[in-house]
Every structure is written in C-alpha cells, then in structure tokens.
C-alpha cells in the first residue's frame, strides 16, 4: 500500500511539474525557449541546378536568425524547373500567394516594377557594395530594384582537350566555324551537343546569334521592334547559323534535357555546348578534370560580330507584401554578407557583382571576360519574355521539321506586335 501510495505521488508530481512547463512556456510549445518567436518565409528560385547550394545559405541564415535575433526560422526553398517558372510565379503572384522572395530574369524587372511585385532596395546595406556597372543593370528609374544573382560573360562552351586533339582554334567567322565542324568529325568528334527538351535551351542559340547579329550589323533593330517597325526578316542571316548547328550536332535532341546533356558533353559526347556557363557547375561536377573553355559564336565572316554576351541574367527580388518584410530585407542583405556571400557565389559558379565578393574566378570566366576585355562583347538584348518563349518553341518546330523559317518569321513578328500592342 505504501509502495502505490509513493506511486502516485511521484506520479501527481510529474504531471503538475509537466502543466507548468506548458503554461511557462506561453505558446504551448515545451521546446521553444521563452521570448522566442517562430517564422517561416517562403522563396522561390528558378534555378533547380543549385538547389544544393541554396539550400546550404538558408540554413546559415536560419542559424544566423536563431543565435543573433532569437528567431527561429524555418525557410521554405522551392525550385520549380526552368520551363515551368515562369508560369506557376505569375499564378503566385496574382493568387495572393506570393513568395517573400522570388528570383525572376533582369530582363523583366521593368515589367515587374510597374506591377507593384518589387520593394525598392535602394536603402539597404547591399546597395553600396554592388559594382556601378551591374547595378545599372538591375535599376528602373534610378532605384536599386533587385540583388543580382547571376552576372556573367557567355558563349559557347567548348571541350579545350578534343579542340587541341584535332588541331583547331576556336573560330572567329563563319567560314571558320564550318570548317571546325568539318576538322571534328574528321576526327572522329560529334561538334555540337544538342539538348532540345527544355525550350529555353535551343533559344540559346537565338540569344546568341541575334546579339551578335543585331550589334554588329543593325544596332537599332531592338529599339524599332518595339515600335512595330522591324522584322525578324532582316534577321533571316541566323537561320542559316542554328541549321549549322542543327545538322553538325548529337542526335535525337528532343529526348535530351540540359542536365543531361550536359553530363554527356562533360563525358566527351560533343566538343561544343550552346550553353551558358551557369552549366559549368554539372559539368565540372560529372568531369572534374575537363578542360573548359568559353568562345563567341561567329555569325557572319566579320570577326567584328563575333562576340561574347555580357548579362545579368537571375536577380532576387523582395515582394512589397510579404507578411515578414524585415526579415525578407534581412535574408535579401545577406546574400550580399560579407562574410558568407563569396563562397555561395563562388560555389554557384556565378561571376562576382559586389565588393563583398573575394574569390578566384574559374578558368572558364576568365576565357570568356578576355573577350570582354578586348572590346569583344555586348550587352544582352532586352526581349519581350513571351518572344523568347516564342523562339524556343519554334526552335524545337524547326529541329523536328513541323515549321518552316518562313512561319517563324511571320510567328515571331506577331508575337513581338501582340506584346507592343499589350505593353506600348
């Protein structure tokens, strides 16, 4: 009787011991500490690629949050695929949905500005460590609108080992880019690496072709586009350089992603890549011995429009209703750390747009910035999205022979008028 009697006291005493423990607590929550206030965001990237990365600089800032502010933050990082992000951030966005944080192209930054989606960041920290130059870039109106992400120098890629093999160089004209796909298979090599599956991947090739294109030889077509007075006709010249492509490439594309193919380029399956160096990360990744290089694509016989494209391509931006918009700034500030923000950027492969940023460049970046610095390079070409959308699609027409060059042309023009008459 007295060994249940001391039961039940012990017991009566834990459970009173345990209720107030609940009740101190305040929340009902017995593992948060006293004072301590729970937050999620949520963030919305477009670049699956580096999810791994990203995922990692959450967690530091979480950590940050927790050992500095007594915050105990929990970050929801979504990565939808490249040719789906678009959409599902719009749905977001005119949803009352919208993430604290989404990435989105520099292209678009206007576009979203006038909408109200963008908090002006002009006031923060990070606004006096980003370079003059990439922050023109990311301005609307003399307003710091956007944290650049990716800045970069870009081409094609292209295996240095197989080029060196067949004793080539990388090619200044057109001629010459013939006749090193000529040399390549000669020797045994595939000269492009062809991934058509994702749509934005074969309007690289438009990207490149038309900046090179429109900046050497018809410097105002952009501007007259826009005023319904050009057509992709005068452009008809780039055609003939993505059938060169086309035809000198791996086969059965339309089965290839970008991951994919670049696993496979990085494996020696092709000696060229139009692909961006934000590809660099897989390749090195599958091969780390390859040796990479970075060269222009020649578009006519005038090494005068062979030239690499200069952009800033991801930018982050904070949504002006989020619900936690101090901490939104904060995390925004903290890709510019300067502590922290070089090795995210570095292990990005990203080129460096701020002063906080203190690292060695990759072999890659450096090859294609000797174009920039010898005055060989351009300035990304503002598109309307839903035309390069348009490009991509027709690309993918083109390689599987269900469009002709002509009904691109006249597709395009309409989808350019289309625009004009929404936005102008």
């Not at 944290?147 to 197989?162: C, D, F, H, Q, R």
């Not at 999205?385 to 023009?413: C, F, H, P, W």
Request: hydrophobic share 40%; charged share 20%; aromatic share 8%.
């Amino acid at each position: 009787m007295k060994r249940f009697l001391s039961l039940a006291v012990g017991l009566c005493i834990v459970f009173i011991l345990a209720n107030c423990t609940r009740v101190n607590s305040g929340s009902g929550r017995s593992a948060q500490p006293s004072g301590q206030r729970v937050v999620e965001l949520n963030i919305m990237m477009s670049f699956p690629q580096y999810m791994d990365q990203w995922e990692a600089y959450c967690r530091r800032f979480e950590a940050k949050m927790l050992a500095e502010e007594n915050i105990s933050l929990k970050i929801n990082l979504e990565m939808p695929s490249s040719d789906l992000y678009d959409s599902v951030l719009q749905a977001r966005l005119t949803g009352d949905d919208a993430p604290d944080l989404y990435t989105l192209h520099c292209n678009n930054i206007g576009a979203y500005t006038a909408a109200g989606n963008l908090t002006d960041l002009s006031g923060e920290p990070l606004a006096a460590k980003i370079f003059d130059n990439v922050k023109s870039t990311v301005s609307v109106n003399g307003k710091l609108m956007a944290v650049p992400i990716e800045s970069m120098a870009w081409g094609v890629l292209y295996n240095k080992s197989i080029f060196t093999s067949a004793g080539i160089n990388p090619p200044d004209t057109l001629d010459e880019l013939r006749n090193v796909c000529s040399v390549l298979k000669q020797r045994g090599y595939v000269p492009f690496m062809l991934a058509f599956q994702e749509q934005w991947v074969p309007q690289l090739m438009t990207a490149l072709s038309l900046g090179g294109k429109v900046t050497g030889d018809v410097p105002d077509w952009v501007d007259r586009m826009y005023k319904d007075q050009g057509s992709y006709n005068e452009m008809r010249d780039i055609f003939s350089i993505i059938r060169l492509i086309m035809e000198n490439g791996t086969s059965r594309a339309m089965e290839r992603g970008s991951e994919t193919g670049a696993a496979e380029f990085a494996n020696g399956a092709a000696a060229m890549f139009v692909q961006g160096t934000w590809a660099a990360n897989t390749i090195m990744t599958v091969n780390p011995n390859m040796q990479l290089g970075v060269l222009p694509l020649p578009v006519n016989n005038n090494s005068k429009c062979t030239l690499i494209n200069l952009a800033t391509s991801t930018i982050l931006g904070v949504h002006p209703g989020s619900k936690e918009k101090n901490l939104s700034l904060k995390f925004a500030n903290f890709v510019m750390d300067d502590s922290a923000s070089s090795s995210l950027f570095q292990a990005c492969g990203f080129n460096p747009v701020a002063s906080c940023h203190n690292y060695e460049v990759s072999s890659w970046v450096r090859d294609a910035y000797r174009y920039v610095e010898a005055g060989r390079a351009y300035q990304d070409l503002v598109l309307p999205n839903a035309v390069t959308d348009e490009q991509g699609k027709l690309l993918q027409e083109l390689y599987v022979g269900s469009v002709t060059i002509d009904q691109m042309i006249e597709r395009l023009d309409r989808v350019y008028q289309n625009y004009n008459r929404l936005w102008n």
